[in-house]
């Protein structure tokens, strides 16, 4: 069964779509079969792979609101490995369109089921706020990958986030946990980088990746090209880490398999 794994903070601005783009390409890479789910209104993931919006056909919008299947919104990436279901700008009105539709919450995860055994990843990009649209990506996902900046109030925003995933493992889905925590934007040479990542491992030791991601011209230049970095420029910093990341999340799976 594909494994389907939301990345999502509460907090914008730390590398959610960095990460599902990036990560989601290596991953491709290194001979995963990999789908991305764009459930962002912003759509910068959709925009990350080269797509124009503005000529898009079927996206998450249609497919949440059940116009449309999840099959029938795949764009296959040949140039990248991998499928991309894109998003809309709409979706920023769904929460209003979808208040009186039953098992709301529910609506991505049976759209999900028919396709999911035909990756071995899915990766959910979610918007930067719990709203129902990360919800539905809470419950339909195994697990949360969290891509944390190190910044301040980074322990904060994992406290909250942690709540909240604890409230979804009561009311709407009792498997998921988080995959993973990832460190973004990492510079070794200040303190505060340093300390949050000290306090964070301390407090989730064995979900902390090893692979930190550091700040990298050549990483925030790629989306303007429309590409993830690994094609933009592969020796660079930001592709190496990422492709160390993507060998590092494909061996914790397979290992988490085996003892499963």
Do not use: H, W
Request: net charge neutral; glycine share 8%.
């Amino acid at each position: 069964m594909g494994k389907i794994i939301a990345i999502a903070n509460q907090k914008g601005g730390v590398g959610k779509t960095t990460t599902t783009v990036n990560l989601g390409a290596c991953l491709a890479d290194i001979g995963s079969k990999v789908l991305i789910v764009d459930i962002d209104p912003q759509g910068n993931t959709t925009s990350g792979f080269g797509i124009d919006k503005e000529k898009l056909l079927g996206t998450s919008y249609e497919m949440l609101l059940g116009d449309t299947s999840a099959r029938d919104c795949l764009y296959p990436l040949p140039d990248f490995k991998l499928d991309l279901i894109p998003s809309s700008i709409d979706l920023a009105g769904a929460e209003v369109e979808l208040v009186g539709v039953n098992g709301r919450e529910t609506l991505l995860e049976k759209q999900l089921k028919p396709i999911r055994d035909e990756y071995d990843v899915v990766l959910i990009d979610c918007p930067p706020s719990l709203n129902v649209l990360t919800i539905n990506a809470f419950r339909a996902a195994d697990s949360i990958l969290v891509p944390i900046q190190c910044e301040f109030y980074a322990m904060e925003g994992l406290t909250q986030l942690i709540n909240t995933i604890n409230l979804v493992k009561k009311r709407l889905n009792p498997k998921i946990d988080i995959e993973g925590i990832l460190f973004t934007m990492f510079d070794s040479r200040t303190n505060l980088c340093t300390q949050v990542v000290d306090e964070i491992t301390a407090f989730l030791p064995a979900k902390v990746y090893k692979t930190k991601i550091p700040r990298n011209v050549r990483l925030a230049e790629a989306p303007s090209f429309g590409v993830p970095v690994i094609y933009y420029d592969r020796k660079s910093t930001g592709a190496e880490s990422y492709l160390a990341l993507a060998k590092e999340f494909k061996a914790r799976i397979r290992k988490k398999g085996r003892k499963e």
